[in-house]
Nanobody
Framework: QVQLVESGGGLVQAGGSLRLSCAAS????????MGWFRQAPGKEREFVAA????????QYADSVKGRFTISRDNGKNTVYLQMNSLKPEDTAVYYC???????????????????WGQGTQVTVSS
């Protein structure tokens, strides 16, 4: 079992920044690949970013490349999503997820993730 708790969401103006955190407990965190997904109102949940166990391999959605950075601190059992140059279209509920089936490959596929946080709201005003 892995328990995930997101924090750091909020309201920000376009062009601003936010850093999301996801604190993990339970199963050995450092052996788990982690991902961030988001769901905007009326839309399906979509992949944002993922990171392998060491932080040495990452993947990003095209829509956030160059603006968002995923990282992790295994000593603190926490994964982060630094979001810069935010746009109104980034408005969504952001979810942290853990892929307990693999540790060295950060998957972009939602179906590979078996543990999810409750989500944190990010709202970007124009």
């Amino acid at each position: 079992q892995v328990q995930l708790v997101e924090s750091g969401g909020g309201l920000v103006q376009a062009g601003g920044s936010l850093r999301l955190s996801c604190a993990a407990s339970g199963r050995t965190f450092r052996r788990t690949a982690m991902g961030w997904f988001r769901q905007a109102p009326g839309k399906e949940r979509e992949f944002v970013a993922a990171i392998n166990w060491s932080g040495g391999s990452t993947q990003y959605a095209d829509s956030v490349k160059g603006r968002f950075t995923i990282s992790r601190d295994n000593g603190k059992n926490t994964v982060y999503l630094q979001m810069n140059s935010l746009k109104p279209e980034d408005t969504a509920v952001y979810y942290c997820a853990a892929d307990s089936g693999r540790w060295n490959y950060p998957s972009v596929a939602e179906k590979e993730y078996d543990y999810w946080g409750q989500g944190t709201q990010v709202t970007v005003s124009s």
